[in-house]
Antibody
Framework: EVQLVESGGGLVKPGGSLRLSCGAS????????MSWVRQAPGKGLEWVGR??????????DYAAPVKGTFTISRDDSKNTLYLQMNSLKIEDTAVYYC??????????WGQGTLVTVSP | QSALTQPPSASGSPGQSVTISCTGT?????????VSWYQQHPGKAPKLIIY???KRPSGVPDRFSGSKSGNTASLTVSGLQAEDEADYHC?????????FGGGTKLTVL
């Protein structure tokens, strides 16, 4: 059974940093492309970014609003995906989901972790 | 790039069919056959119900179907059931990025 478990969310002040983790099991993590999707309270889904498998180059792409401040990385030895978030803004407040990624869709989703950016 | 356009709400009675539209541009929906749909119940994570425009993951009832014409994709839910009441989100690949719609709240009357 595929499982994705996010952790690391919490309350942070504007301008602060936070690192989210996503532990994966039940599939070949090292061969998987992975992504982060967020959802602000009461709003729709917003794609944050995606990272290729290392065998495909390990390249990460980002949505315009987070490019330059968020970094996606992976540790295949730990079956873990990361999202490093710097210079956080109030509008980054959201539930952050870790997902598998293939051909533009996210088949498996974690339960999400809430990030609240507030003074 | 702007979000895809979905109607904020849709509704239907049990047993009826309802179609939800998702409008993009010639740079996303109109160019790629990588449209997907997600169902989300309150407080839950989204669930993939349609991918690559028309395909259903294993376990998704065939009451859910997807299509595309030009820059607009559509999700049809046939034989509406009470448990279909949820938010539905569309998305499209747009060249090394993904764009989502604003979501549609489906109410089963």
């Amino acid at each position: 059974e595929v499982q994705l478990v996010e952790s690391g969310g919490g309350l942070v002040k504007p301008g602060g940093s936070l690192r989210l983790s996503c532990g994966a099991s039940g599939f070949s993590f090292s061969n998987a492309w992975m992504s982060w999707v967020r959802q602000a309270p009461g709003k729709g889904l917003e794609w944050v970014g995606r990272i290729w498998s290392k065998s495909d180059g390990g390249i990460a792409d980002y949505a315009a609003p987070v490019k330059g401040t968020f970094t996606i990385s992976r540790d295949d030895s730990k079956n873990t995906l990361y999202l490093q978030m710097n210079s956080l803004k109030i509008e980054d407040t959201a539930v952050y989901y870790c997902t598998t990624y293939l051909n533009g869709y996210s088949e498996y989703w974690g339960q999400g972790t809430l990030v609240t950016v507030s003074p | 790039q702007s979000a895809l356009t979905q109607p904020p709400s849709a509704s239907g009675s049990p047993g009826q069919s309802v179609t939800i539209s998702c409008t993009g541009t010639s740079s996303d929906i109109g160019f790629y056959n990588y449209v997907s749909w997600y169902q989300q119940h309150p407080g839950k994570a989204p669930k993939l119900i349609i991918y690559e425009v028309t395909k259903r993951p294993s376990g998704v009832p065939d009451r859910f179907s997807g299509s595309k014409s030009g820059n607009t994709a559509s999700l049809t839910v046939s034989g509406l059931q009470a448990e279909d009441e949820a938010d539905y989100h569309c998305s499209s690949y747009a060249g090394r990025k993904i764009i989502f719609g604003g979501g549609t709240k489906l109410t089963v009357l």
